[in-house]
């Protein structure tokens, strides 16, 4: 079956600007969770969503968004983006609410904030 | 709040060589455990797991893991490395009873020299 697709896979923006990041989940997977990677820093939790519901969300600021669509599709977006944005944003899904269970991870969707 | 370290930031070996890459957690409740690994130009995926039952576990591609509860370590391992382990590594926790998210380490870049 299908593994977790995010669009877009590359995308340059400026300081100011904002983002939509979208992600179709693995078939029948509602859980949906999206992590920050950079360099040194590992993966930092963004947020999880599950059946529409927000059910988590880490320690980023309010310019950090997201949802999450009927068909469990979801999408994040940041404002006002500042250089420090620049990351990969990795989309994961899971069978399981609450990351109990494993997770599939897309390839991400790199930024580079200029 | 719960937080993984993973000391080895870069793991440089020879093929053949036996690798043990360090995992600790700071939680001190029931968790689930988790190793990913990341290769070059390609998405996360899961290599082992724990969550209870025998402390040492098995995963894909020859890798074990063994829990050591007292230690709050998860320390990866292979006898025999091939130059296709290339890859960056990551050590996750998370509770194994609510909805929690799952913490990632930040990561130990394995090179295997051939």
């Known amino acids: 079956k299908a593994g977790v697709t995010q669009t877009p896979r590359y995308l340059i923006k400026t300081r100011g600007q904002q983002v939509t990041l979208s992600c179709s989940p693995i078939?029948?997977?509602?859980?949906v969770s999206w992590y920050q990677q950079t360099p040194g820093q590992g993966l930092q939790f963004l947020f999880e969503y599950f059946s529409e519901t927000q059910r988590n969300k880490g320690n980023f600021p309010g310019r950090f968004s997201g949802r999450q669509f009927s068909n469990s599709r979801s999408e994040m977006n940041v404002s006002t983006l500042e250089l420090g944005d620049s990351a990969l944003y990795l989309c994961a899904s899971s069978l399981a609410e609450g990351n109990t269970g494993e997770l599939f991870f897309g390839e991400g969707s790199r930024l580079t904030v200029l | 709040a719960q937080s993984v370290s993973q000391h080895n930031h870069h793991v440089i070996l020879s093929e053949a060589a036996s690798l043990e890459l360090g995992c600790n957690y700071s939680y001190g409740g029931t968790v689930n455990l988790f190793w990913y690994v990341q290769y070059p130009g390609q998405h996360l995926q899961l290599l082992l797991k724990y969550f209870s039952g025998d402390p040492l576990v098995k995963g894909i591609k020859g890798f074990e893991a063994e829990f050591i509860k007292s230690k709050f370590s998860f320390n990866l391992r292979k006898p025999s490395v091939q130059w296709s382990d290339t890859a960056e590594y990551f050590c996750a926790v998370t509770r194994s009873f609510g909805n929690e998210k799952l913490t990632f380490g930040t990561g130990t870049r394995l090179t295997i020299i051939p």
């Open positions: 078939s029948g997977h509602r859980s």
